[in-house]
């Protein structure tokens, strides 16, 4: 059974800066690539990032790039996003997803989701 | 970048209806068009890949079709549990990007 788990969102304080995890399992972790996807409360769905499987290639949108980092390590099933200069709108629940195939841009097992809240 | 507009942004519907959403790209993305449901505070689920590709599981009332750059999601026959919030979400180049989401509730 696929099962994705985000872990360490929490509280911090504007200009700070947090670690996501996600651990994966039940599948070749190393033959998919892998996705965040934030969702600020009561909004829609943002795509924020993408990582290769190999780690080599990675993508950013627009609102994130400069100051979040996405990576993995594939020899322990995880998928990370570095998170600094971290800003109020920054504010949401965070989720990895895996993508449906090893060619595919659509994503079918997604993670429970962390909360991320970016307050003083 | 390729942004993406849904309509309607919400719909009231009755069990047994037909719910048709619409999802329109500002370029052409070919196929690389997917579908997913969200009940609240839930992760999305994935229901149509490649435009009108039914994941397993998903039941057949859902169905995806395309023309040119407009995408729509059908339910034929909408049942109690597909209240949700319904993402279309472009894979067909960087940035990737979701849909503003149609809010299907109860009329």
């Known amino acids: ?120 | 970048d390729i942004q993406m507009t849904q309509s309607p942004s919400s719909v009231s519907a009755s069990v047994g209806d037909r719910v048709t959403i619409t999802c329109r790209a500002t370029q052409a993305i070919s196929s690389w068009l997917a579908w997913y449901q969200q009940k609240p505070g839930k992760a999305p689920k994935l229901l149509i890949s490649a435009a009108s590709s039914l994941q397993s599981g998903v039941p057949s009332r859902f169905s995806g079709s395309a023309s040119g750059t407009d995408f729509t999601l059908t339910i034929s026959s909408l049942q109690p549990e597909d209240f949700a919030t319904y993402y279309c979400q472009q894979g067909n180049s960087f940035p990737f990007a979701f849909g503003p989401g149609t809010k299907v509730d109860v009329k």
């Open chain 1, 1 to 120: 059974e696929v099962q994705l788990l985000e872990s360490g969102g929490g509280l911090v304080q504007p200009g700070g800066s947090l670690r996501l995890s996600c651990a994966a399992s039940g599948f070749t972790f190393s033959t998919y690539a892998m996705t965040w996807v934030r969702q600020a409360p009561g909004k829609g769905l943002e795509w924020v990032s993408t990582i290769s499987t190999s780690g080599s290639t990675t993508y950013y949108a627009d609102s994130v790039k400069g100051h979040f980092t996405v990576s993995r390590d594939n020899s322990k099933n995880t998928l990370y996003l570095q998170m600094n200069s971290l800003r109020a709108e920054d504010t949401a629940i965070y989720f990895c997803a895996k993508a449906y195939t090893t060619s595919s841009r659509a994503f079918d097992y997604w993670g429970q989701g962390t909360l991320v809240t970016v307050s003083s």
